[in-house]
C-alpha cells in the first residue's frame, strides 16, 4: 500500500467545529439529497427502482435506471479527481488500437478514452442497453454477459478495464481468463474496485455507525449470491496473477465519504461522493436486502436511509479504499 494511503486523512477544522451530536438535521452538510423519483415507467419495478433482467432477474443486483445511470456518472468524477483526472494507471502508450471496457455501464470511461485515444477503438460492454447513441466515433457498445465466452478473437486488446463490477460477478475465474484470453501479448488488464469496508482514522465512526450496519448486511448478502463484497489490492492482485497477467502493480488510495477532510482534493471527493449518497445505499442495498436477506422493503429502506443520515454527519469522517489494480500478458518471448 502507498505511504498517502496509509496516512490518517486531516479533519477539517471547520467540520470540527461542529457540535458532537448525533441529530444529522443540525450537524449536517448543506447540500440537499437527489430524489429518487424516476421518470421511467414501462420497465419492471422494484422498490421504485428499474432492474434489468434480460441476463436473469439477479444478474446485476443494481437498478440501471436513469437515477442510477446519473449516480454512475457522478462516480466516474470521483475516480477522476482521486486519480488526478487520470483515466488508467496502466502505462498503455500514446496510440493503443484496441480498449475494452467490461461492464461499461452509461459508457462514461469508455467515451473518455475514445477521446483520448483517437487512434484506438473502444468498445463497451454491459449487459443493459443504457449507454448514449451520440458518441465519438471510435468508441461503440455491445450488449452481452462478461460471465459467458466472449466473442472477440484471442490476443486482440491492448487494454482492458474492469471498474466497479465486484458485486455482479459470481466466475470472476471466467471474466479473468477470457480477459486473458483477448489480450494482446504485452498488452494489459486495469480492474478499479472500492472497498466494501468503511473506515475512519479519529474513532468518529461507532460500530452501530449506519454505513457500518449497511455495509455488512450488503456484505452478508453478497456473500450468499457468491459474490465479492469487498475487494482488496491484495485479492485483485491474486486474481490477476491466477490468470496469467504478470508485474501486477498495486495503487491503494482512501475515498472520503463525505467534505470532512482539511485536504483540498478529499474534500472535494468527499463532496462529489456525498450528492450521489443517497441513491448510491438505496441502489447497491435494496435487491439484496429485500431478494436475498429476506428483509421487507421498509426495513430495507430505513437501512439505507440511516447509512446516508450517518454519511452526512459531520461529527462521522468516514472513508473506504480505492483499490487499482493493474497487470499484463505476458509477451511470447517471456
Ligand atoms: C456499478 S456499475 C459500473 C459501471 C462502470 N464500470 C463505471 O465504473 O462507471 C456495474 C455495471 O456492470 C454491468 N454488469 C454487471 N454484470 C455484468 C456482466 N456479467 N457482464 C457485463 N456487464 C455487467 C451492470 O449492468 C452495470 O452497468
Known amino acids: 500500500m502507498s505511504s498517502s494511503a496509509q496516512a490518517a486523512i486531516t479533519v477539517d477544522p471547520a467540520v470540527l467545529e461542529h457540535p458532537s451530536d448525533e441529530d444529522y438535521a443540525t450537524s449536517g452538510y448543506d447540500t440537499s439529497t437527489a430524489s429518487l423519483t424516476n421518470s421511467i415507467r414501462e420497465y419492471a419495478f422494484e422498490n421504485g427502482r428499474r432492474y434489468h433482467t434480460y441476463f436473469g432477474a439477479d444478474k446485476n443486483p443494481l437498478p440501471t435506471d436513469e437515477t442510477e445511470q446519473d449516480r454512475l456518472d457522478v462516480h466516474h468524477e470521483v475516480f477522476l479527481i482521486l486519480l ?160 496469467g497477467f504478470v508485474d501486477i502493480d498495486i495503487f491503494t488510495c482512501k475515498q472520503p465519504l463525505a467534505p470532512w477532510a482539511h485536504d483540498k482534493k478529499l474534500k472535494q471527493v468527499g463532496a462529489v461522493a456525498l450528492l450521489s449518497a443517497p441513491t448510491g445505499f438505496h441502489a447497491y442495498g435494496m435487491a439484496v436486502f429485500t431478494r436475498v436477506l429476506g428483509m421487507d422493503p421498509e426495513e430495507a429502506d430505513m437501512v439505507c436511509k440511516r447509512a446516508t443520515a450517518a454519511v452526512m454527519n459531520k461529527n462521522n469522517h468516514i472513508y473506504t479504499y480505492f483499490y487499482v489494480v493493474h497487470g499484463q500478458k505476458p509477451t511470447e518471448k517471456e
Open 84 to 243: 488526478d483526472r487520470k483515466l488508467h494507471r496502466a502505462p498503455i502508450g500514446k496510440s493503443p488500437n484496441r480498449i475494452l471496457d467490461v461492464g461499461t455501464g452509461t459508457g462514461i470511461w469508455a467515451i473518455d478514452m475514445a477521446d483520448k485515444y483517437p487512434s484506438a477503438e473502444v468498445i463497451g460492454v454491459d449487459l443493459s442497453p443504457i449507454q448514449p447513441g451520440w458518441v465519438p466515433p471510435n468508441c461503440r457498445f455491445e450488449l452481452d454477459d462478461a460471465e459467458l465466452d466472449w466473442t472477440f478473437r484471442p490476443d486482440y486488446f491492448d487494454f482492458i478495464h474492469i471498474r466497479n463490477l465486484s458485486q455482479a460477478v459470481t466466475k470472476w475465474e471466467k471474466v479473468l481468463s477470457e480477459a486473458y484470453r483477448c489480450t494482446i501479448p504485452g498488452g494489459y488488464i486495469e480492474l478499479a474496485e472500492l472497498g466494501g469496508v468503511a473506515h475512519s482514522d479519529d474513532g468518529s465512526m461507532s460500530p452501530d455507525n449506519g454505513v457500518k450496519v449497511f455495509l455488512s448486511l450488503l456484505d452478508s448478502g453478497l456473500r450468499k449470491m457468491g459474490r465479492v463484497a469487498s475487494a482488496t489490492g491484495e485479492s485483485l492482485r491474486a486474481n490477476l496473477e491466477d490468470a
